[in-house]
């Protein structure tokens, strides 16, 4: 994309979604937007023709939804009389992104800095496993191949160039010598828009750093408004840190009066004020759905379902063990990593017969930027309101301690509360890949959501804490079978056994009931006599 074409497409970006008449500009200059504008819909959300219905999974997002869950989403797509005029900015605020890498396939090149002395050096893995961890990231995206992969050493991956000179020549040398290659994933959090022009300017093809590539995973796998408004939000920071660089090559380029149509602002104040107004749009209308969501949760409170938040590493095997635990045959597990971007909720049962709902999240990612986990936090939110949490590990995997760091060093940057912290289960999944596996940890668990293993185990474990975390008792209660106690403890609280005594006529039922309920129960029956185990 040449210099200025960026700002002036994400220009029309804003003023679609804001309305032209909010800003009725004309471009001071002329440019073709043949390449650009099918650059920019790459993995755009589309509606079906007349612009009705659901909207559609973004081109290369491949398959189904892989929970077809219960997403809490899905009641406002049901409702189907929402206000026109909402629905249609929606349309405009998930439009194509300007930051949509190119349309059709590419030939990667995987480039990762290497720091291997001094305070930067990372610990608790290895190059190696850094590199692999890029090239799945490539992997995942449809029609894009990594073409080669290479190791540079570097003190300060932090400096304008990644490497030193003599580094940086072999690579530029290597790089132009591979055959086809159209881009290099340079495997770091954020370069900053200066050195991926220069970058780009000495190797000839295009250039992604970390933090591009994974919202665009991101954008393609998004399924529900709610995760594709938080994407939006996301690119508003990589918006603005290219908005200068960009706005200064086409003062360059064109010259003269750095002010519009004799408005009094110049282009720069224009598009800053316009990415303001759409931050604030994105922001309101995920604003509304979490309002939304937790009527959600209000109602299943009220019902008294305990929650279960599954979190892990990506890829770790979370739907995958809540399919095994639920049973629910609609959940589709995918091998790719960031597979699940929404919350879903699946109903289960433990072995009491008590009926709880487990929560599906979004996977972790280690130097996951922090610009995308801080647009994720509304569906995070949803953890802090959950009775426990399980943490699901790939325990074959060669990094999985330093994947167990990453997934609670984000936990408690979420200020969760400190019981579901302490009360936590952790779960060594996949151990049928390793012969004889016995978890290090204590309090562990090991599984194998695939085929089976250790799940009653840890069905026990999970309604042991939950019976503790909710407050529920398991209590034996006398009921007279001519009256109405039965049917209202079946209605409120789970019956695990009723033992019938015909010669009186009453029946000893074992409940696991919650604090509310047996104190409605006591008010509404106080005959009645009741009996822990």
């Not at 604003?287 to 890829?315: A, D, H």
């Not at 943490?391 to 400190?418: F, G, M, W």
Request: hydrophobic residues 40%.
């Amino acid at each position: 994309m040449g210099p200025g074409r960026l700002s002036w497409s994400l220009l029309l970006h804003c003023r679609r979604a804001l309305g032209a008449a909010r800003c009725p500009l004309r471009p001071p200059y002329s440019r073709s937007f043949g390449a650009a504008a099918a650059a920019l819909r790459l993995c755009a959300p589309q509606r079906p023709p007349g612009g009705k219905g659901r909207w559609k999974g973004a081109a290369g997002a491949g398959g189904d939804d892989d929970n077809n869950g219960d997403d809490e989403d899905e009641d406002e797509g049901e409702e189907g009389d929402e206000d026109e005029g909402d629905d249609e900015e929606l349309e405009e605020l998930l439009g194509p992104s300007p930051l949509g890498p190119q349309l059709g396939a590419h030939r990667v090149a995987v480039v990762h800095p290497a720091v291997r002395w001094g305070p930067k050096k990372p610990l608790l893995t290895t190059a190696e496993l850094q590199i692999a961890e890029a090239v799945a990231l490539i992997d995942t995206l449809q029609n894009w191949t990594v073409v080669d992969k290479i190791i540079i050493p570097t003190k300060n991956p932090a400096k304008k160039f990644i490497f030193g000179k003599g580094n940086f020549e072999a690579l530029t040398e290597k790089i132009k010598k591979l055959p086809h290659v159209t881009a290099v994933f340079l495997n770091v959090e954020r370069i900053s828009p200066i050195t991926k022009k220069e970058l780009e300017d000495a190797w000839g093809v295009k250039v992604f750093d970390r933090y591009t590539v994974v919202l665009h995973i991101f954008r393609c796998n998004a399924r529900t408004k709610e995760a594709k408004l938080q994407i939006a939000l996301a690119e508003i920071p990589l918006l603005r840190s290219n908005l200068k660089t960009e706005v200064s090559h086409l003062d360059q380029q064109r010259g003269g009066s750095r002010y519009i149509m004799g408005s009094g602002e110049t282009f720069m104040e224009t598009q800053n004020r316009l990415l303001r107004e759409k931050e604030l749009k994105i922001r309101n209308a995920l604003e509304k759905l979490r309002r939304k969501r937790s009527l959600l949760r209000t109602q299943r409170r009220k019902r008294e379902f305990p929650i279960i938040s599954v979190m892990g590493y990506t890829n770790c095997g979370k739907t995958t063990l809540i399919k095994a635990l639920t049973g629910e045959a609609g959940i589709q597990p995918r091998d790719q990593l960031f597979a699940t971007l929404d919350i879903t909720a699946h109903a289960g049962h433990l072995p009491s017969r008590m009926a709880v709902i487990y929560v599906d999240t979004i996977g972790f990612l280690s130097d996951l930027p922090h610009n995308l986990v801080g647009s994720f936090s509304a569906t995070l939110e949803e953890v802090a309101y959950s009775d426990l949490i399980v943490h699901v590990r790939d325990i074959t995997h060669p990094e999985t301690v330093l994947q167990k760091a990453s997934v609670l060093s984000v936990l408690k940057n979420l200020n969760l509360p400190s019981h579901l912290l302490e009360s936590m289960v952790e779960v060594h999944n996949k151990v049928d890949l390793i012969e004889s596996y016995q978890p290090s940890e204590e309090n562990a668990l090991a599984i194998s959501a695939l085929h089976g293993h250790g799940l009653e185990e840890l069905k026990e474990e999970i309604e042991k804490k939950i019976l503790k975390a909710t407050g529920k008792k398991i209590l034996t209660i006398t009921v007279n079978l001519e009256g109405p106690q039965l049917s209202w403890l079946y209605k409120e609280s789970t019956v695990q056994e009723v033992d019938i005594m015909p010669d009186d006529g009453t029946a000893r039922v074992k409940v696991i009931i919650s604090n509310s309920a047996f104190g409605r129960y006591r008010n509404l029956f106080p005959n009645s006599k009741f009996f822990l185990p």
